[in-house]
């Protein structure tokens, strides 16, 4: 007797797909928010420049110079600027129409791929940002981010961003993954969860000494090392031709074309501003 099954019958099953289109998680934006943005810098070409002033020098006046000019010893300390290049970041999908005519909920479908193209290149800058901290001056070097790494790289600020940086100065400090657990063991977040107070575990997130802290994957990893960056907002800097966006959609023949685009220019500010956290 013949027995009916799956296998030779399988012309009598259906199939069930999901009414959900779901999206496979991707990185925030953790860095590139919080940087700051030049003024004036709405365009910014080929090449964006930064001037910065040197610090001048307040010399001792004696009677018998005083006052004569070409006796006066005069600041002459060069000054600076720092340049960053227009990079473009772009991110795309090619859809044929024998998909979109038969993906009967296409409407969800489109959102899903406007959100993962959006979030690729938004992932993008924030790399091009945390890549930065590769070339700070001023670093702390460890085999876990603990409390006493913490407070050397504080006073590193203190000690280099000097009248720019007080208790008060808002500070973001950028954690990998990875390093989740070892910042949750420092006792000033501890302090912080148990008492609930702002920032703590009301909000969840963490705090400590004045810092606020955020976690991403996309700190920068250069194959031995993770360069977590703790900065002033002028550290580093970030500025636009093209903020990100999506492009109009794009016919050709019986193709339809999702660009997403943004074209910017990330660059380090104030060497001074910045300590990177560096976990081997």
Do not use: C
Request: charged share 20%; glycine share 8%; no cysteine.
């Amino acid at each position: 007797m013949a027995t009916q099954n799956a296998t030779t019958h399988s012309n009598q099953l259906r199939d069930l797909v999901d009414s959900e289109i779901g999206v496979n998680p991707t990185e925030e934006t953790k860095i590139a928010d919080w940087v700051a943005q030049p003024v004036g810098a709405e365009k910014i070409g080929n090449t964006l420049y930064l001037r910065k002033l040197a610090e001048a020098t307040a010399n001792t006046a004696t009677p018998v110079t005083n006052g004569v000019a070409s006796s006066l010893t005069m600041n002459s300390a060069a000054h600076e600027r720092v340049s960053g290049s227009a990079v473009m970041k772009y991110s795309g999908y090619e859809i044929e129409d024998s998909l979109l005519t038969r993906v009967i909920d296409d409407g969800p479908y489109r959102a899903g791929l406007n959100k993962q193209g959006m979030a690729s290149i938004k992932k993008a800058i924030d790399y091009a940002v945390f890549t930065l901290a590769s070339g700070l001056s001023h670093s702390q070097a460890g085999a876990a981010i603990d409390d006493g790494m913490l407070r050397a790289a504080l006073g590193q600020l203190d000690l280099y961003a000097m009248n720019e940086v007080d208790d008060d100065t808002p500070k973001l400090l950028v954690i990998h993954p990875t390093q989740y657990a070892n910042a949750l063991n420092i006792p000033a977040l501890k302090e912080y969860q148990i008492r609930g107070t702002a920032g703590g575990a009301v909000s969840g997130k963490l705090n400590a000494y004045g810092i606020t802290m955020r976690r991403s994957g996309n700190v920068y990893w250069n194959g031995t090392t993770y360069f977590n960056p703790l900065i002033l907002k002028r550290a580093f800097a970030l500025a636009w031709n093209i903020k990100p966006r999506v492009k109009p959609t794009q016919y050709d023949g019986l193709v339809e074309r999702l660009i997403f685009q943004t074209e910017f220019a990330a660059l380090e500010w104030y060497d001074q501003f910045g300590v990177s956290l560096n976990i081997t």
